[in-house]
């Protein structure tokens, strides 16, 4: 039976942007839809903003069966990137990003976002790998499980949509942290992307 996380105490003070994107299909990929939640403290599903986004090539009928069932039709009405780009960014600045597989969030973003420029990103895949060991897979739907994780607020949206991944990668987030009983530094030590981590010191000093 799933139940409401506490708030980590990790993360107290620390401003959080957990994303989502799902893509047309096109190589490169154009998002079609993101969802954002900024974290200041405690938060709930309400808090959650999401976007559909008409790309310029359209969505592939692959991604629209396997993946996230989103179609040219749902976006024919929706406004373009560069509509809502300054509003996403403004959203983003400043905070740490967390995503799951956090290294393509990371890259669409960039591609999209070219002045974006998080201080930190957090990926939970990376950090499920360190908490919980030995899964047969980290999908997110199988770390849902495993962790028994609350995503009812978003069961309208359905598995794979932004706002409804969004929303599981902040409950993950939280029940990592809880289950590895991780403070700050141990977070980004297990979580942070590699080239936002500090290079470690050298063994054995100057000689």
Known sequence: MTKPLPFPTALRDRQLAVVDVEGNGQSPPEIIEIAVLLVDGPTMADALRSWLIQPQQPVTTIVTRKVHGITNADLAECPRWHEIAEEIDEALCGRVLIAHNAT???????????????????????????????????????????GQLDTTAVADQGYHRAGHDTWAAWQLLCALIT?????????????????????????GGLW
């Open 104 to 146: 393509v969030e990371r890259k669409v973003l960039t591609a999209h976002l070219p002045n974006w420029n998080p201080p930190l990103i957090l990926d939970t895949l990376r950090l499920a790998k360190s908490v919980w060991q030995g899964l047969p897979s980290y999908a997110l739907d199988k770390l849902i499980d495993r």
């Open 179 to 203: 289950d590895g009983d991780l403070d700050w530094p141990a977070l980004v030590s297990a979580a942070g992307l590699s080239d936002f981590l500090p290079t470690p010191e050298p063994e």
